[in-house]
C-alpha cells in the first residue's frame, strides 16, 4: 500500500504540473478549476472502494500533493471525498465501525459555491447532500442512524422522528442560494409534513422557504401545506367535523370536553390498522378505571361501505368501544380537517379541547406518556425535576454546601416504568418543587457516565431505583417501586429522608 500511494503521489505530482501550468501565477485567491484538473480528479477517483482507509489515503495523497494556493482543487477532492465516503457508508447501512473515521477528514462546503454545485448537480444533488449532511453530523459525535436524512422515508431505513440534525440540514438549506438544492428539499418536506405534522422545528424552516426560495408552483404547494397543518399544530382548537355511531346519532369532539380523547383512525381496508387494533383496545384497558380519558374510532370508510365497516367491529371485538364514521359518500369534513391521507393514524385532544397531538405515537408506551401528560396538563407547566447533568462526587460537594440531600434516579433506556416516572411524577410541579427544594438530584443510566460504578456500588439490579444519600454521601436509603401518586412517591422518599 505504501509503494502503491509514494507512486501515485509522484504521479499526481507531476500529472498536476501538465494540468496546471503556470495557473499558480493568476489570482491564487480564486477558487476555480479547469477542465484538465476535473479530468484529473475524475481519473484518480475513478475507483471502487472496499473500506474507509482506501479513502482517506487517496483524499490525503492528492491534498498533500495539491498546492495550497491552488484552492478550487482542494474543493473539488473534498467533493470526490464527501462522494465516495458516502457511498461508503450507505452501502454498507452505516454497519461498519470503520465509517466513523472518515468524518474526521471532512470539511465545511457550501452549495454556493460554483464548484460544489456542478459536482453535487453532476452526481444528483439530493443524493451528494444525504452523503455530505451525514458526515457533517457524524463529525459532531452523532450516530450513523441519528445523521443521516431523516425529512425522506426509504425502504432501506425505519422512519424516526425529525432531530437536530434534520432541522440544521434544513436552515443551510433554505438559507443557501442553490435553486436545485431547494427543489429537493420542497419535495422532501411533503413527507414529514404528511407523516409528522408541522413541528416547532418545520415551522421555523417556513419563513426561509418564503424569504429565499424562488417562486415556483411547488413553493406554493408546500406553502399551502404549511398552511393547512399549522391549523392542526399542538395547543390548537380541535376541529369539530360531524361524525356518526352505528345508531346515527352524531357527534362532535366537543361531546367529550372536560376528557382526554384518544382517537384511532381506521379503514376497514387497512390490514396494518386491523392488525394494531388489539393495541389500541390495550391502551383502552390499561385506562380503562380513568373516567377522565375517552377511547374513539373513527373510519373512514364511505357510506357504502357501512355494513363492512359495523361487520369489521364485531370480529375485532371492538363493541365496548365508541366506533364513529363521516357517513359520507367522498372524502369527509373530518378528513380534510386533520389532513388524514393514511391510516392508522392516531389523535390525542386535550380536556380543553385543544389538540395535543394530530399526529400521535402508535400504541405503546410513548402513547401512554402522552395521555398522562395531557391529564394532568395543568399540574405541568414548569419545567420539571432538575436533573443536573453533574457527577456523584460533584453532587456530593454541592449537596454538602447546600446542606441538601441527594437523589439518585437509576434508568436504563428500554425500562417503560422509567419512562412513565419521568413523564407522569418527575415532571410534575408539586415532585419538582419538592426535589428541587430538598435535594440535588441527578439521573443516572445504568450503561453510561457514573451509572456502571453507581448500579454496581448498590447493587442496582431493578429499575427504575431511586438512591438517597445524606447531604454527606453516606448512604440513607433506597426505593425501587414505581410509584405514580405525587404525595405518596414524596412520602416514601420523606420516610427515608428522616430515618436518621
Not at 65 to 71: I, Y
Not at 261 to 270: E, F, L, P, R
Amino acid at each position: 500500500m505504501k509503494n502503491y500511494f509514494h507512486f501515485f503521489a509522484i504521479t499526481l505530482a507531476t500529472m498536476f504540473a501538465v494540468a496546471c501550468g503556470n495557473s499558480q501565477n493568476e489570482s491564487a485567491a480564486e477558487e476555480r478549476v479547469s477542465a484538465e484538473e476535473i479530468a484529473l480528479l475524475n481519473t484518480l477517483w475513478q475507483r471502487q472502494f472496499n473500506d474507509a482507509q482506501g479513502i482517506i489515503a487517496l483524499y490525503d495523497s492528492i491534498e498533500q500533493t495539491t498546492p495550497e494556493e491552488n484552492k478550487g482543487m482542494n474543493i473539488l477532492n473534498q467533493c470526490h471525498f464527501v462522494w465516495h465516503s458516502g457511498e461508503y457508508m450507505f452501502s454498507c447501512r452505516g454497519k461498519n465501525d470503520d465509517i466513523y473515521e472518515l468524518p474526521k477528514h471532512s470539511t465545511t462546503l457550501s452549495f454556493d459555491n460554483s464548484i460544489v454545485s456542478q459536482f453535487a448537480s453532476g452526481k444528483k444533488i439530493g443524493k451528494f447532500a444525504d452523503h455530505y449532511f451525514t458526515m457533517q453530523a457524524m463529525k459532531k459525535g452523532d450516530s450513523f442512524n441519528d445523521s443521516r436524512d431523516g425529512v425522506t422515508a426509504t425502504v432501506f431505513y425505519p422512519i424516526r422522528a425529525l432531530n437536530d440534525n434534520d432541522y440544521n440540514k434544513l436552515y443551510t438549506v433554505f438559507t443557501s442560494k442553490n435553486s436545485e438544492l431547494h427543489n429537493e428539499y420542497l419535495n422532501r418536506l411533503k413527507f414529514p409534513l404528511n407523516n409528522s405534522g408541522c413541528t416547532d422545528g418545520l415551522k421555523g424552516i417556513q419563513p426561509l422557504i418564503e424569504k429565499n426560495v424562488a417562486d415556483s408552483q411547488l413553493k406554493s404547494e408546500v406553502l399551502a401545506m404549511y398552511e393547512v397543518f399549522t391549523r392542526i399544530m399542538p395547543g390548537n382548537k380541535a376541529p369539530l367535523s360531524t361524525l356518526k355511531d352505528a345508531k346515527g346519532k352524531e357527534y362532535t369532539f366537543a361531546d367529550f370536553k372536560g376528557k382526554v380523547i384518544v382517537i384511532d383512525v381506521w379503514a376497514t381496508w387497512c390490514h396494518s390498522c386491523l392488525a394494531n387494533m388489539h393495541r389500541f383496545q390495550g391502551m383502552r384497558y390499561w385506562f380503562k378505571d380513568e373516567s377522565d380519558v375517552c377511547f374513539i374510532t373513527v373510519s373512514i370508510d364511505r357510506s357504502e361501505d357501512k355494513e363492512a365497516w359495523l361487520q369489521a367491529i364485531e370480529n375485532n371485538k371492538m363493541q365496548s368501544t365508541l366506533n364513529l364514521f363521516p357517513d359520507c359518500a367522498e372524502q369527509s369534513q373530518f378528513e380534510s380537517d386533520f389532513q388524514i391521507s393514511g391510516v392508522p393514524r392516531y389523535i390525542i385532544i386535550g380536556k380543553d379541547g385543544n389538540i395535543v397531538s394530530a399526529h400521535a405515537p402508535v400504541p405503546g408506551p410513548e402513547m401512554a406518556a402522552m395521555i398522562e401528560t395531557a391529564r394532568f396538563a395543568e399540574f405541568y407547566t414548569g419545567p420539571g425535576t432538575n436533573f443536573q447533568d453533574i457527577t456523584l462526587d460533584e453532587a456530593i460537594e454541592k449537596a454538602s454546601k447546600e446542606n441538601k440531600h441527594i437523589f439518585i434516579e437509576c434508568h436504563t433506556d428500554g425500562c417503560v416504568p422509567c419512562k412513565m416516572m419521568k413523564n407522569k411524577v418527575f415532571a410534575h410541579k408539586k415532585c419538582a418543587e419538592y426535589l428541587n427544594n430538598e435535594f440535588v438530584s441527578i439521573s443516572v443510566d445504568n450503561e453510561n457516565g457514573d451509572g456502571p460504578q453507581i448500579i454496581e456500588k448498590y447493587g442496582i439490579q431493578m429499575y427504575p431505583t431511586y438512591i438517597i444519600l445524606e447531604p454527606n454521601g453516606e448512604f440513607a436509603g433506597i426505593m425501587m417501586a414505581t410509584e405514580t401518586n405525587i404525595d405518596a412517591f414524596i412520602e416514601k422518599i420523606e420516610e427515608i429522608k428522616n430515618i436518621k
